[in-house]
């Protein structure tokens, strides 16, 4: 996980300050600069003391303890250690008795151990909380005086920030120094660099060529010569600890400390593994493959910013490094990369491969690049002092098109009527350049105001406000806004529908399921025209589903495989077409809201007495029923189709809301069953909620029921097998006129006493006046209308009247 602490001792080098660490934590907070956690090191380091093991002898009784004895100053002690680097002669972190062991949660007592009695703990630095290391103890540096508090020698207050995505400059010290800087008045300032460099020159010993401009903006390389690695001197491992990284050596661990002192991103080549003594910033090729500094190999994202010798792959830009060329005990030279990526690029890079770095997370919010020539001087410094070498003089800095700052304009009076304050014109200019803003021009009622290159996320007006807003204070912002907002109260039609759905369904025993709208691009091609995404995070999320009913496939397997086979599922989302370029918010792609419904497993509630039954086209058709005269949808209609599209087999049913095609019914197609190991029959339906939505009728009016008596008519019809029901059933409506209340079909028959390719299909019909008691005369009339234009229409025959 990337390291965002904060030191307090090297924060106050940067900018002094007398805030105790909680208080600053508060300040810090109230400008929008969170801190996660404050590790009080001074407090939980205190009754520790510096200990002198003056003899180191095996234990009698056990293969892997050593009996030492230890003085803090006073009497020597013996104590059981069974750490396996403790030796005679160490300077070392003593717990006497009676201390308190905060990360193991016991008191030290005096105790024997396999006979022999011990009287305090030589401590590791796990054993403190100053890191994971539970290799061994903790040994101190030779100079360290004996019975000094440790709270003293080690002592200090580490801040975990955790910032917004919008603030990448507070992932270093400088960054956090200038907040504090406002807050106190006074300066943050970097250590001024002098590098020595030698005669020899840069150039004529290294070259750099950047590809693509756009993804690597600028790439500045440094080069050190006759370097000694080796471990880094102690203040500098005391610093990698406290920041919570393990020291590696001088070379890396000074790249690590610029990167937390200034926020750039470094990276240490072996100068002398470099093919050509080159380096070329340039895009993957296909099927590229590279190995990393942590011995993994990843095949690379097409377009993932690379850096390479005149040969092959060194570092991935931005992320990691190369186990070809990194530095070793044997290197001598070292080429120093200082660099700007571009952002997004970095981003894909690394959430593609899956690697997130300390590099690779202030890349993507946005680094300085301004800051990369003073952190390769820094570099450089350093690596002089401490590891030797000559520093060759110049500065390689391919820079085609220096960045511009944005420079928004900022209207005085526009501030207060956001904020509801009254903030005068000369306190908002001193607010911004407290942090370092530069004030351009100044006019009447407004001025240019030019964002410091740190600051990637201040592009508009808005944005200065923002920043006057919380250095002046959010508590001071009155709740009571001085501006009236009005809102619509009105609800749109789609949404009271959504609603009226997810009821419906929750309240029927369905559950809803809220999956991701991608998929991969087999299933995109299959069920429509497949539109691609950019910068996908991976092959099986690299296009937008054009249908819905795969993901339901998808979600009925990942149940099935957890035993889950009675399910009731829905589903309100999003679906993609492609469609005209004048069509959609993004041309050509047209966003559909849109409804499924899935039953699967038992038809109904199992049990000893009940009979099982499968769920099947007719429960949901009943379900679907209901839902539609719940919300308010007339006229609705099934017709039967052969046509196997969207995820859907045949026989399915089309579903109309009079003329409108509004959903399908039916079962999935057998090949997304198979592909996804769906078990059993599964049904599903599918619905254009915005069809839907222009298909709701108006409330309806109450009727009070007729006075009159209801006659009641069944015929029974001989047709073609292949007629529908809801042909017949619309045209039974027609033609009975308003008397004709009720049609029901109550028989459907083909067999013995029935030719071939004919089927009965007998119906209920129901006649009611509101104005009198109906004849049978009238009555009659009404059914032979019925009759004729069913013969006239579909050649029925009628098999007899009741």
């Known amino acids: 996980m990337p390291n965002k602490n904060i030191i307090q001792s090297w924060l106050k080098t940067i900018v002094p300050y007398s805030y105790a660490p909680a208080e600053l934590a508060s300040l810090l907070m109230s400008r929008g600069i969170e801190v996660a956690s404050i590790d009080d090191r001074f407090t939980a380091l205190a009754g520790f003391v510096v200990g002198h093991v003056l003899t180191c002898e095996k234990h009698p009784n056990a293969d892997k303890l050593s009996v030492t004895t230890v003085t803090t100053g006073g009497d020597p002690v013996t104590v059981v250690c069974g750490a396996p680097n403790v030796a005679a002669g160490q300077k070392i972190v003593f717990a006497p008795v009676g201390q308190f062991i905060a990360t193991a949660g016991f008191t030290i007592e005096k105790r024997k151990i396999r006979g022999i009695e011990s009287n305090g703990m030589i401590c590791s630095a796990a054993e403190l909380g100053l890191s994971d290391d539970h290799d061994g103890i903790m040994v101190l540096p030779e100079d360290t005086p004996v019975g000094m508090a440790v709270a003293e020698l080690l002592g200090d207050v580490i801040f975990e920030i955790d910032i917004t995505p919008n603030r990448p400059d507070c992932l270093s010290h400088i960054g956090v120094a200038r907040e504090v800087a406002a807050l106190t008045g006074g300066r943050a300032g970097l250590p001024e660099v002098k590098v020595a460099e030698s005669s020899a020159g840069v150039h004529e010993a290294a070259s750099v060529v950047v590809h693509d401009p756009a993804l690597c903006p600028r790439y500045m390389a440094r080069l050190i010569r006759g370097v000694k690695v080796g471990p880094s001197p102690e203040w500098l491992q005391e610093t990698m600890r406290k920041l919570g990284l393990r020291p590696r ?87 120093l990369e200082s660099a700007y990526f571009n952002p997004a690029s970095v981003r894909r890079t690394a959430k593609l491969l899956g690697i997130s770095t300390d590099a690779s997370y202030r890349f993507e919010r946005g680094a300085d690049w301004a800051m990369t020539a003073y952190a390769a001087d820094r570099a450089a410094a350093l690596i002089a002092e401490i590891a030797g070498g000559e520093v060759l003089a110049g500065v390689i800095d391919v820079y085609p098109e220096p960045i511009a700052q944005p420079s928004p304009i900022l209207r005085f009076a526009r501030t207060n009527a956001i904020l509801g304050v009254s903030i005068e014109p ?341 006649f009611t006046s509101y104005e009198k008691t109906l004849e049978d005369a009238v009555v009659d009339d009404a059914v032979g209308g019925i009759v004729n234009q069913l013969e006239g229409r579909f050649g029925a025959k009628l098999r007899g009247t009741a």
């Open 249 to 335: 050596n001088n070379i890396v661990d000074i790249t690590n400390y610029v990167l937390f002192e200034c926020g750039q991103p470094l990276h240490a080549f072996d100068y002398d593994t470099l093919a050509g003594h080159r380096i070329e910033v340039r895009a993957a090729l296909p099927g590229e493959r590279f190995t990393t500094l942590d011995s993994k190999e990843h095949e690379l994202p097409e377009g993932a910013l690379l850096i390479c010798d005149a040969e092959r792959p060194v570092a991935i830009a931005g992320v990691m490094g190369g186990e070809n060329s990194e530095i070793t005990d044997g290197t001598v030279n070292v080429l």
């Open 426 to 766: 000369a306190m908002q200019c001193r607010y911004l350049e407290s942090i370092g803003f530069r004030i351009a021009n100044v006019d009447e009622g407004e001025v240019i105001v030019v964002a410091p290159t740190w600051r990637p996320d201040i592009l508009e007006e808005i944005d200065l406000i923002e920043e006057i807003a919380r250095l002046y204070g959010y508590d001071r912002i009155p709740a009571n806004p001085h501006a009236a907002v009005t809102f619509d109260t009105s609800v749109d039609p789609l949404q009271k529908l959504v609603a009226a759905t997810r009821a419906f369904f929750i309240d029927n025993g369905f559950t809803e399921i809220v999956p991701y709208y991608f998929t991969d691009p087999e299933t995109a091609s299959a069920y429509g025209t497949p539109i691609e995404l950019r910068n996908a995070l991976g092959r099986d999320t690299s296009m937008l589903r054009t249908s819905m009913v795969p993901t339901m496939a998808s979600t009925l397997a990942l149940n099935m495989r957890y035993g889950r086979t009675d399910l009731r599922l829905f589903e309100i989302g999003m679906a993609f077409r492609a469609g005209r370029e004048d069509q959609g918010v993004v041309p050509g792609i047209v966003e559909m809201t849109e409804l499924s419904i899935c039953a699967s497993g038992a038809g109904g509630v199992r049990g000893w007495d009940v009979p099982d039954r499968a769920a099947d086209l007719y429960d949901l058709r009943g379900m679907i029923d209901r839902y539609l005269a719940r919300v308010g949808v007339a006229q609705v209609r099934y017709e039967a189709s052969d046509q196997v599209k969207w995820g859907f087999g045949a026989p399915a049913l089309v579903i109309f809301a009079d003329q409108d095609e509004v959903g399908r019914l039916g079962p999935f197609d057998p090949g997304l069953l198979q592909r996804f190991d769906v078990s059993g029959a599964p049904v599903i339906a599918v619905f254009d909620v915005e069809r839907l939505a222009r298909n709701i009728a108006p409330i309806a009016r109450y009727h009070a029921p007729s006075k009159y008596p209801v006659v009641h008519r069944d015929i029974s019809l001989l047709v073609d097998a292949a007629v529908e029901n809801a042909t017949l059933e619309g045209t039974i409506r027609s033609a009975g006129g308003t008397l004709l209340t009720a049609v029901r079909l109550f028989d459907l028959y083909q067999g013995k006493g029935i030719e071939e390719g004919k089927k009965s299909m007998t119906y209920a019909l129901s």
